[in-house]
């Protein structure tokens, strides 16, 4: 068996990076607005035993990909073999933003609690149960809304409404809209309001409403 030493890996390595090219790396535009996109293209020739990688991406060596940069962001292509790597091109995609006008939220949780606060207050039949608000949490790419609710129904006790909502935000034209729109509501009554003499059919219907008017009420908020 042939035993070869780190050095002569090192230079096998050098030595097909030397014979990788470049053929072509863009940006197709170059210049984007807030919240636009660009395609980086690039295609790389050489031997075999080498990799690319994009931004420390691995990708195909020939491909393109498409970008949403925030900022303006420089893109940097590298050949890679063994432990040796190689710059092969950089481009720049620039955002301008001078359109953009933006301004500080000091309590995003607040200001999304108002309105719905301000909606079940407002209501004829919905209602906070006991002291508390709408709950409010963020994960990445969404925003989740609980509420716990009473409705109030003539001549039975009043159901109790859970309410689970959550949702994206995206831009379209300009214009900031609610996606990925998620609506979980659980509408119950207490189990003795079931013996009332001819409770059954009624409370079928006052939960059955009353799912159909919390989905709605949530749905119109969301937007």
Not at 23 to 40: D, E, H, R
Not at 41 to 60: D, R
Not at 82 to 100: F, I, M, P, Y
Not at 149 to 161: K, S
């Amino acid at each position: 068996m042939q035993l070869i030493d780190d050095d002569q890996h090192d230079d096998d390595a050098v030595d097909i990076l030397g014979e990788v090219s470049l053929t072509s790396f863009k940006a197709n535009p170059t210049n984007i607005g807030p919240f636009g996109a660009s395609v980086l293209s690039w295609s790389v020739k050489g031997p075999s035993g080498f990799h690319v990688k994009l931004n420390g991406l691995q990708v195909a060596k020939n491909g393109q990909q498409v970008v949403h940069p925030a900022s303006t962001t420089n893109y940097r292509l590298s050949a890679h073999a063994g432990q040796a790597s190689r710059t092969l091109g950089n481009v720049k995609v620039t955002v301008d933003r001078a359109s953009c006008e933006t301004f500080e939220i000091n309590n995003p949780r607040s200001v999304i609690q108002a309105p719905v606060r301000a909606g079940i207050n407002n209501s004829e039949n919905l209602y906070f149960r006991g002291s508390t608000g709408p709950s409010v949490s963020f994960s990445p790419g969404r925003i989740r809304l609980e509420l716990r609710l009473g409705q109030r129904v003539d001549y039975f006790p009043d159901p109790a409404v859970y309410i689970d909502a959550s949702f994206g935000l995206a831009v379209h034209d300009g214009t900031l809209e609610a996606v990925g729109e998620l609506i979980s509501i659980d509408v119950s009554v207490p189990f003795w309001a079931w013996a009332i003499p001819g409770a059954v059919p009624g409370l079928a219907i006052a939960i059955s409403m009353g799912k159909d008017s919390a989905r709605k009420r949530m749905h119109e908020t969301i937007q």
